[in-house]
């Protein structure tokens, strides 16, 4: 089955869905995170991207960037130097992923993303969950119900990417979460 991980970072959704034996395609914007990531990979913006140049994937999974709809947003400059804009750059990031689930017409699509974003879209999430003690994630899609494991190293989530990236930078789907999907998808078409 082909993957194809929007905003894929470091390749949280990616290095989970290849465990299960999806064949996958990340799309990232920023070159020296694509650079590490370890599979096939397009250095674009999703923004920019024909969808119907993906007809015949499997799945699409994405996590756009949450900054504009996260509640550390709100901190101030501590993390951000601009404010955040959820209404106009945060939506125009979901609405991108959205479209390339249009025109691509997967069987399947998860779109990832803090419970913000609920305010601002009109689809409610299939799922909401705590994932550790301050990590709360909803998902949005078509996929077939999945198992999340909420013992995350005793609600630490770890990754093997440090410097030179801040922690939130390198943020990434935990691999139980993306096998979780991968498995349920491969099951569901047995």
């Avoid at 905003?7 to 290849?18: D, I, P, R, T, V």
């Avoid at 106009?88 to 390339?100: H, P, Q, S």
């Amino acid at each position: 089955m082909k993957a194809l991980d929007l905003y894929c970072g470091l390749g949280g959704w990616s290095n989970g869905l290849a465990l299960e034996g999806f064949d996958v395609l990340g799309v990232e914007l920023v070159p020296k995170i694509a650079h590490l990531y370890e599979h096939d990979v397009i250095i674009a913006d999703v923004r920019t991207l024909d969808g119907k140049k993906f007809k015949g994937f499997d799945l699409i999974v994405g996590s756009p960037p949450c900054r504009d709809f996260s509640q550390t947003a709100t901190f101030g400059k501590y993390y951000w130097n601009e404010p955040p804009d959820p209404e106009g750059k945060g939506m125009e990031l979901v609405n991108a992923f959205l479209r390339i689930v249009e025109e691509a017409q997967p069987k399947y699509w998860c779109l990832e993303n803090v419970p913000g974003l609920k305010k601002y879209l009109d689809i409610k999430p299939r799922i909401e969950s705590r994932l550790g003690k301050t990590m709360k994630r909803c998902f949005w899609g078509n996929f077939p119900s999945f198992f999340i494991i909420r013992d995350h190293n005793k609600g630490k989530i770890k990754t093997e990417i440090k410097a030179p990236f801040r922690k939130w930078k390198r943020a990434i789907i935990p691999l139980s979460i993306a096998r979780g999907l991968g498995r349920a998808i491969k099951e569901a078409e047995e």
